[in-house]
């Protein structure tokens, strides 16, 4: 999967990009910065790992702005598990 350049979530929209030096600089394979309205994707890991990572992000931002309480371990099982479905049976939405 091609990722998108920008994604909307609660009806705010939030650029995507691809920084192949963020799992390097910041220990992290991607984070969601709220203040700048964007999700950043370390860009060097395997395009399956860069969607997962997306959806982690993605869950983060709809942890913030409805106020759900996951942790961090929440919001990652979620991902992953969210993520095998999708793959595994094939859904897109569209």
């Known amino acids: 999967m091609k990722l998108p350049n920008k994604i909307k ?9 691809l920084d192949d030096r963020l799992a ?11 203040i700048k309205g ?17 959806l982690h992000e993605i869950i983060e931002k709809i942890n913030l702005e409805y106020e759900l309480g996951l ?15 999708l793959k595994d049976n094939g859904l897109a939405f569209a």
């Open 9 to 17: 979530i609660g009806g705010l929209y939030l650029d995507v990009i």
């Open 71 to 85: 942790d961090h371990r929440q919001i990652t099982a979620l991902a992953s598990c969210l993520y095998q479905v």
């Open 24 to 34: 390097a600089s910041n220990d992290r394979f991607g984070e969601c910065d709220h």
């Open 38 to 54: 964007r999700i950043v994707i370390d860009g060097v890991q395997p395009d399956d790992h860069k969607e997962v990572t997306l």
